[in-house]
T-cell receptor, first 115, second 113 residues
Framework: DAGVTQSPTHLIKTRGQHVTLRCSPI?????VSWYQQVLGQGPQFIFQYYEKEERGRGNFPDRFSARQFPNYSSELNVNALLLGDSALYLC??????????????FGQGTRLTVV | AQTVTQSQPEMSVQEAETVTLSCTYDTSESNYYLFWYKQPPSRQMILVIRQEAYKQQNATENRFSVNFQKAAKSFSLKISDSQLGDTAMYFCASPGGSEKLVFGKGTKLTVNP
């Protein structure tokens, strides 16, 4: 079975541009979460979606937005890119909506570099 | 805010030896899961082991086991018979509410031949 797949794997953008990152969850998983991991740190929570509804939002500016589609895949959008947005963006899927009682499985990430 | 603390930024161990990675966490939940993830240079976060907080028994997964002390909010990972392929960043994670995981800063583990 395919795991969590993310595209693209690498991306270079210029300051001020917009970027869209994509994620396909494991088949049967209805929850998708997005995390940002800057170099040398642990992942930081950005968004969680379950059954196409936003269930949680981390402490990120409004330039960050996301959505989940009827097939449970998801997009993360970042507008007006800043140098500080350079990071590894991780997508995680899980069967249930809450990490209190379910495991999260991660994709290989998208490495975004803003120049 | 919920926090996860990994006090060992880097550790090294000889192949075939045992190493323990430390983690403390802070959550207001009563029933929850705790996780250790491994992140090799390939970047993918791989689930190593899961502990259900309502279970007294420590989780074990082949060479990986945890020492879970709920009252102390401590959740350490023991790797026995270390292998070169265990070289990676290891992250401890606990729920930060009902919608997210909170990760520590990680421990870089190097297994030496």
């Amino acid at each position: 079975d395919a795991g969590v797949t993310q595209s693209p794997t690498h991306l270079i953008k210029t300051r001020g541009q917009h970027v869209t990152l994509r994620c396909s969850p494991i088949s049967g998983h209805k929850s998708v979460s997005w995390y940002q991991q800057v170099l040398g740190q642990g992942p930081q929570f950005i968004f969680q979606y379950y059954e196409k509804e936003e269930r949680g939002r981390g402490n990120f500016p409004d330039r960050f937005s996301a959505r989940q589609f009827p097939n449970y895949s998801s997009e993360l959008n970042v507008n007006a890119l800043l140098l500080g947005d350079s990071a590894l963006y991780l997508c995680a899927s899980s069967f249930l909506s809450s990490p209190l009682n379910t495991e999260a499985f991660f994709g290989q990430g998208t490495r975004l570099t803003v120049v | 805010a919920q926090t996860v603390t990994q006090s060992q930024p880097e550790m090294s161990v000889q192949e075939a030896e045992t190493v323990t990675l430390s983690c403390t966490y802070d959550t207001s939940e009563s029933n929850y899961y705790l996780f250790w993830y491994k992140q090799p240079p390939s970047r993918q976060m791989i689930l190593v082991i899961r502990q259900e907080a309502y279970k007294q028994q420590n989780a074990t997964e082949n060479r990986f086991s945890v020492n879970f002390q709920k009252a102390a909010k401590s959740f350490s990972l023991k790797i026995s018979d270390s292998q070169l392929g265990d070289t990676a960043m290891y992250f401890c994670a606990s729920p930060g509410g009902s919608e997210k995981l909170v990760f520590g800063k990680g421990t870089k583990l190097t297994v030496n031949p």
